[in-house]
């Protein structure tokens, strides 16, 4: 395909969740296309996963315990799966989430070495702050959009990338690093963007008739552990009439089971969400949707039937913790009982209730964990499920900006996962105890769907595959399977090439030196057991 046939391409690299179509990306494809660009954009996330599906390996976006694995380069070789060739934009985005940067990174240095006239940049919330900018190295990439990207990308393709020094909002290489030209004031007025119409999404890719809406962005709250409030600072909604025009457009366009809002915020305005309800009502749309929800004891009781009526089904809400010292420590504008209150309204109104925890967080004793474990139990009749169990990070907030008042010390600024306190009270290990024990005690109660966002170690039977051992799976039932028509063969072989061709430059020569540092590397990384049993996968894969 020439590179003439699409002014842009947007690419979504893995991993995230395959459930449905990402919203950043798709704002910023429909931000292009308002302006009349010819935009294509490639999913790569969800491709790569159907085919590591056919060879057993959708536990890597299945299981919360790889997502930490994902942030690496241990398998950043899938690159080798995808046909650049297929990139049609003089103009490349790569949208990065905080498990997609280091895949995406790959992807840059590939497309850069493939296409190195066209230019490449950056975006989403994981290279937002500096630190996390300077880990895309500036030969990798043109620019890395700071923010929201929809006036800027399509100022960069308006004045071109020769004026993009100019241009606000921008990352831009320098002998230093990358440096930003100035700030970009976020889009006060959300009405004026366009709204995704999915252009060429085939929803039966992706795991469920779901398609992600965005009402809001920002959030009231000021939660001291939040990156958030840093990365999109500031509540700002769309009005109830424009959301409701997008909910109907989009539910006959497309046969949707479920409209998930990614709001950080669903009911930041109780006005707005109260007109929504009214106004998708009196329209009569037969419409299924839900998002996130925080503790508010200002939302009226008669609310609550009229948004179950309107489709509303499930609402995700941050409970975070149990313990009424740790949720003023965060911030939180919730007690316990508010929180379980507002459960039980939103449960006995038939509105499924999915809640988050954070464990570990600085000032969290064993005590306050106990707290928390009991408030689970004591209102496990108001609770649906508890889909998010986190280790506490330290990301860029204003508790990052104070962790010297909790004595907290970290490898590297963005070593988010693993810090610790000075006296060692909390560490990682610590954490992941909680997080492992509260975890089994809602497995116990019931509570846990298929897919829980947390930390917790992978089991045994979980192992990302090396290289050499997928290449050799992907052989066999990608080229080699009878039942393959010859495009889908041909096509599978070249890649198999490619990805033979990366495992023969990269292998390193193997020395009892080589096997010594691997094996301290692993025994750091995934402890003692967990380093044994990869390392009789290596000798199974090498013998082979």
Same mark, same amino acid.
């Given at each position: 395909?020439?590179?003439?046939?699409?002014?842009?391409?947007?690419?979504?690299?893995?991993?995230?969740?395959?459930?449905?179509?990402?919203?950043?990306?798709?704002?910023?494809?429909?931000?292009?296309?308002?302006?009349?660009?010819?935009?294509?954009?490639l999913?790569?996330?969800?491709?790569?996963?159907?085919?590591?599906?056919?060879?057993?390996?959708?536990?890597?976006?299945?299981?919360?315990?790889?997502?930490?694995?994902?942030?690496?380069?241990?398998?950043?070789?899938?690159?080798?799966?995808?046909?650049?060739?297929?990139?049609?934009?003089?103009?490349?985005?790569?949208?990065?989430?905080?498990?997609?940067?280091?895949?995406?990174?790959?992807?840059?240095?590939?497309?850069?070495?493939?296409f190195?006239?066209?230019?490449?940049?950056?975006?989403?919330?994981?290279?937002?702050?500096?630190?996390?900018?300077?880990?895309?190295?500036? *030969?990798?990439?043109d620019?890395?959009?700071?923010?929201e990207?929809?006036?800027?990308?399509?100022?960069?393709m308006?004045?071109?990338?020769?004026?993009?020094?100019?241009?606000?909002?921008?990352?831009?290489?320098?002998?230093?690093?990358?440096?930003?030209?100035?700030?970009? &004031?976020?889009?006060?007025?959300?009405?004026?963007?366009?709204?995704?119409?999915?252009?060429?999404?085939?929803?039966?890719?992706?795991?469920?008739h779901?398609?992600?809406?965005?009402?809001?962005?920002?959030?009231?709250?000021?939660?001291?552990?939040?990156?958030?409030?840093?990365?999109?600072?500031?509540?700002?909604?769309?009005?109830?009439?424009?959301?409701?025009? !997008?909910?109907?457009?989009?539910?006959?366009?497309?046969?949707?089971?479920?409209?998930?809002?990614? *709001?950080?915020?669903?009911?930041?305005?109780?006005?707005?969400?109260? !007109?929504?309800?009214?106004?998708?009502?009196?329209?009569?749309?037969?419409?299924?949707?839900?998002?996130?929800?925080?503790?508010?004891?200002?939302?009226?009781?008669?609310?609550f &039937?009229?948004?179950?009526?309107?489709?509303?089904?499930?609402?995700?809400?941050?409970?975070?913790?149990?313990?009424?010292?740790?949720?003023?420590?965060?911030?939180?504008?919730?007690?316990? *009982?508010?929180?379980?209150?507002?459960?039980?309204?939103?449960?006995?109104?038939?509105?499924?209730?999915?809640?988050?925890?954070i464990?570990?967080?600085?000032?969290?004793?064993?005590?306050?964990?106990?707290?928390?474990?009991?408030?689970?139990?004591?209102?496990?009749?108001?609770?649906?499920?508890?889909?998010?169990?986190?280790?506490?990070?330290?990301?860029?907030?204003?508790?990052?900006?104070?962790?010297?008042?909790?004595?907290?010390?970290? !490898?590297?600024?963005?070593?988010?996962?693993?810090?610790?306190?000075?006296?060692r009270?909390?560490?990682?290990?610590?954490?992941?105890?909680?997080?492992?024990r509260?975890?089994?005690?809602?497995?116990?109660?019931?509570?846990?769907?298929?897919?829980?966002?947390? *930390?917790?170690?992978?089991?045994?039977?979980?192992?990302?595959?090396?290289?050499?051992?997928?290449?050799?799976?992907?052989?066999t039932?990608?080229?080699?399977?009878?039942?393959?028509c010859?495009?889908?063969?041909?096509?599978?072989?070249?890649?198999?090439?490619?990805?033979?061709?990366?495992?023969?430059?990269?292998?390193?020569?193997?020395?009892?030196?080589?096997?010594?540092?691997?094996?301290?590397?692993?025994?750091?990384?995934?402890?003692?057991?967990?380093?044994?049993?990869?390392?009789r996968?290596?000798?199974?894969?090498?013998?082979?």
């Open positions: 395909m020439p590179s003439s046939s699409y002014d842009a391409t947007i690419i979504m690299p893995p991993m995230w969740h395959i459930r449905e179509p990402w919203t950043a990306p798709a704002y910023i494809c429909e931000a292009l296309r308002a302006k009349g660009y010819r935009v294509q954009f999913d790569y996330n969800v491709r790569l996963h159907r085919i590591c599906e056919k060879l057993g390996y959708s536990f890597l976006w299945e299981d919360g315990g790889f997502f930490r694995t994902w942030c690496g380069s241990d398998l950043n070789y899938f690159a080798q799966l995808f046909d650049l060739d297929e990139i049609a934009g003089s103009v490349i985005g790569i949208s990065c989430t905080q498990t997609s940067w280091s895949f995406g990174r790959e992807l840059g240095r590939l497309i850069r070495a493939r190195p006239q066209r230019n490449i940049i950056f975006g989403g919330h994981s290279v937002y702050f500096p630190e996390e900018a300077s880990r895309i190295p500036t *030969d990798a990439a620019a890395i959009c700071k923010g990207g929809e006036h800027t990308i399509c100022e960069i308006e004045r071109g990338f020769g004026a993009i020094g100019d241009i606000a909002g921008v990352y831009v290489p320098s002998a230093k690093g990358w440096q930003l030209t100035r700030e970009r &004031p976020p889009e006060k007025q959300l009405d004026t963007l366009a709204w995704p119409r999915f252009e060429g999404i085939n929803l039966n890719d992706y795991g469920k779901f398609l992600p809406l965005m009402g809001a962005r920002g959030c009231i709250g000021r939660c001291e552990f939040c990156p958030d409030r840093y990365r999109t600072p500031g509540f700002r909604t769309r009005s109830a009439m424009n959301q409701v025009d !997008e909910l109907e457009y989009l539910s006959g366009a497309f046969d949707v089971e479920h409209f998930p809002y990614n *709001d950080p915020l669903m009911n930041g305005h109780v006005g707005v969400l109260t !007109e929504k309800a009214h106004e998708i009502l009196r329209r009569g749309l037969k419409v299924q949707y839900g998002g996130n929800m925080m503790v508010r004891g200002e939302m009226p009781d008669e609310l &039937p009229v948004l179950r009526q309107s489709g509303m089904s499930v609402a995700l809400v941050g409970i975070e913790s149990g313990s009424a010292d740790v949720l003023t420590s965060m911030r939180k504008r919730h007690t316990p *009982d508010m929180a379980a209150a507002f459960l039980k309204k939103l449960h006995d109104t038939g509105i499924k209730t999915e809640i988050n925890f464990l570990g967080y600085p000032s969290e004793t064993e005590a306050h964990f106990e707290e928390t474990c009991r408030f689970v139990r004591n209102n496990r009749a108001s609770i649906d499920a508890v889909i998010s169990i986190m280790p506490c990070l330290i990301q860029p907030s204003d508790l990052y900006d104070h962790r010297a008042e909790y004595g907290i010390e970290m !490898e590297s600024p963005t070593s988010y996962f693993t810090w610790w306190n000075r006296d009270s909390n560490t990682y290990e610590i954490r992941l105890d909680r997080v492992e509260f975890r089994r005690m809602c497995e116990d109660l019931g509570l846990l769907e298929d897919h829980v966002m947390s *930390d917790i170690q992978p089991g045994a039977e979980h192992i990302p595959p090396q290289a050499s051992k997928f290449l050799h799976e992907f052989r039932v990608c080229v080699d399977a009878p039942h393959l010859e495009e889908e063969r041909e096509r599978n072989r070249k890649a198999a090439e490619r990805l033979d061709r990366h495992i023969q430059a990269t292998t390193p020569r193997v020395t009892p030196v080589y096997l010594l540092g691997k094996a301290i590397k692993s025994a750091r990384r995934h402890g003692l057991l967990g380093s044994i049993q990869r390392g996968e290596w000798m199974k894969l090498h013998r082979g």
